[in-house]
């Protein structure tokens, strides 16, 4: 298609856009000078991180006023996340005005019943009765979002321009608007799977211009009794080389990732790229990698993840993680590459959130010693690419103790005692891949990293890794009650009712498992199907 082009002013993970474009058969041009806005005959804007600095940045670019002209003009326009927020007047996020071509503010979430960020697979209720301008989305249509901000919806500003909304807790916002040439979704079609792709193509291959003429009726959503956020089922590649220099997916027992006999090689379970993609088409929501061996300096130069991630976004349209060396890296001749730069580069691969798990607990003890001074990475990498693109991995193991006195660190009561019959054990933190503790517990690293900016927290335990025991409830019970963003929960799945008792003991918003998604043991379906025949809302997955 000539003239297609994407608006990119350099933060975050447009890869999956262009992936999924490509992926329909399309090409598409960066903008790279304000004019090539106005060349465009359908133009795209993935916006992401914050509404402030997205505005900043159209200002500096002086992509503000084309883009306002481009849209004036008639050409089909649309807007992604952050894309969509800055079409609005202005944002409580941030004092700069937005480019005020739709009505309305954008506004935080209540952190009332719910965490915050927003994050997940989340149901729309369309509003306009119609079979053409509805770009695929049918009513109760499932999509991927990940947003702290959004529009509420108000029948005075949005009747006839919101196509769609969508409930979070108790609020309604407006989560997709239609208005002539405009089209913007708060919602990531580019990571929605299989609908997303649908939602992309009706945009690049349609009109792209729907008045309301078009429409047969336009309703008001309705406040239902719960939203429908679902449940998210993630796949965790701990990735590594083995002896022979080969990059595979391992697994650990309890973080041992050695074969028992034999040739006491690591433990081979696949490719990542292959394997990721074969989640992927399973219905896995979310994919993990974690680069299990990056104690280990492994400079910017050469980073085989960076190639792992690029060709995973090729043909895996859900959220990608990657984790494992997010921290200052010193390459051979020296040069030091801060925490920020090295996410930047694994953005502009293919991620959508890094995950820091010792550097984490580093800055949590910086914290608690002399306050925040904003140069941690959790700060440096959320003041860029938003809270959400930064989740905090924990390596937890348990400590136990006869009493609570004998510590000062936050106990809980376990009903598995300890070998000498402890009915007490603290939860904490390691470094290194459990290599090394910390005087720190869980329940400090996390309320810290949420203080520093973190959007999720990503909490294995090391105790229950490998075992297919179950998760370990009583750990992940003090930590959702220490914080509001959104929790996975990780270690220790093996069967479908693992997922059942974490989801109905526990208010997580995910859960991990490695070792039996591997081993082909319990497929991703089978534990979907599980969930749902129980009431445990998940996404359908849809091939
Ligand atoms: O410290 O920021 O460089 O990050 C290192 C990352 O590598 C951390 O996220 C850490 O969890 C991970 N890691 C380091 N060593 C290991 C190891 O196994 N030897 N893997 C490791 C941690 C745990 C989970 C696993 C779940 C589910 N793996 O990710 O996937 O426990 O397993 P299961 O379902 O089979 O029970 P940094």
Not at 101 to 106: A, F, K, M, R, S
Not at 180 to 199: D, I, R, W
Request: proline residues 5%; negative net charge; glycine residues 10%.
């Amino acid at each position: 298609m000539p003239g297609l082009y994407m608006l990119d002013y350099g933060a975050g993970n447009v890869r999956s856009l262009i992936n999924a474009v490509n992926h329909l058969g399309y090409d598409i041009q960066y903008v790279k000078e304000p004019q090539d806005i106005l060349k465009a005959d359908r133009l795209i804007f993935p916006g992401v991180g914050a509404f402030g600095h997205a505005m900043e940045a159209l200002h500096q670019k002086g992509y503000a006023e084309p883009l306002k002209e481009y849209i004036a003009s008639g050409r089909p326009f649309m807007g992604i996340c952050v894309g969509m927020q800055t079409l609005f007047e202005g944002s409580e996020e941030s004092d700069i005005p937005g480019l005020g071509v739709l009505p309305g503010i954008v506004k935080k979430f209540s952190t009332d019943n719910k965490a915050v960020p927003h994050m997940g697979w989340n149901a729309t209720q369309l509003l306009k009765e119609t079979d053409v301008a509805n770009y695929s989305i049918e009513q109760g249509s499932v999509y991927y979002f990940v947003h702290s901000f959004a529009v509420p919806y108000d029948a005075t500003k949005h009747h006839g321009i919101a196509l769609t909304t969508t409930q979070y807790g108790d609020e309604i916002f407006v989560s997709s608007a239609q208005h002539n040439n405009v089209f913007a979704t708060q919602f990531h079609p580019e990571k929605s799977g299989y609908m997303g792709l649908c939602l992309l193509k009706a945009f690049l291959s349609g009109p792209g211009v729907y008045t309301n003429d078009q429409v047969n009726r336009i309703v008001e959503p309705t406040l239902l009794p719960k939203h429908a956020l679902t449940k998210r089922i993630i796949a965790c590649l701990d990735v590594r080389a083995n002896d022979r220099g080969d990059l595979v997916v391992t697994k650990g027992d309890q973080y041992d990732v050695r074969e028992k006999d034999g040739d006491n090689d690591v433990r081979n379970l696949g490719k990542p790229v292959d394997l990721a993609k074969r989640y992927f088409e399973e219905g896995a929501d979310e994919v993990t990698f974690l680069n299990i061996t990056s104690f280990r300096n492994c400079p910017l130069v050469d980073m085989p993840m960076l190639e792992v991630l690029q060709r995973t976004s090729e043909t895996v349209f859900v959220p990608l993680t990657i984790g494992g060396g997010i921290r200052d890296v010193v390459d051979p001749d020296g040069t030091v590459h801060p925490a920020f730069e090295v996410a930047g580069e694994y953005f502009r691969s293919g991620a959508d959130k890094v995950s820091i798990g010792s550097d984490a607990v580093y800055a949590a003890e910086k914290y608690y010693a002399q306050g925040k001074d904003g140069s941690s990475a959790i700060e440096t990498i959320a003041r860029a690419y938003g809270a959400q693109a930064v989740v905090i991995s924990v390596d937890p193991r348990r400590v136990y103790v006869k009493d609570p006195s004998e510590t000062t660190h936050h106990t809980v009561k376990t009903s598995v005692p300890g070998p000498n019959g402890e009915q007490f054990c603290w939860y904490q933190c390691t470094v290194k891949g459990g290599r090394e503790g910390r005087d720190l517990d869980v329940r400090q690293l996390v309320i810290a990293c949420e203080a520093l900016g973190a959007g999720e927290i990503l909490l294995n335990c090391m105790d229950r890794d490998g075992t297919n025991s179950g998760y370990e409830l009583e750990l992940i019970k003090a930590v959702k009650a220490a914080v509001n963003i959104p929790v996975i929960a990780s270690s220790g799945a093996g069967n479908v009712g693992h997922f059942q008792e974490v989801f109905e003991n526990t208010n997580v918003e995910a859960a991990l498992a490695a070792g039996i998604f591997h081993r082909q043991e319990v497929p991703i379906e089978a534990v979907k199907k599980h969930l749902k025949s129980v009431d445990i809302p998940v996404r359908e997955h849809v091939p």
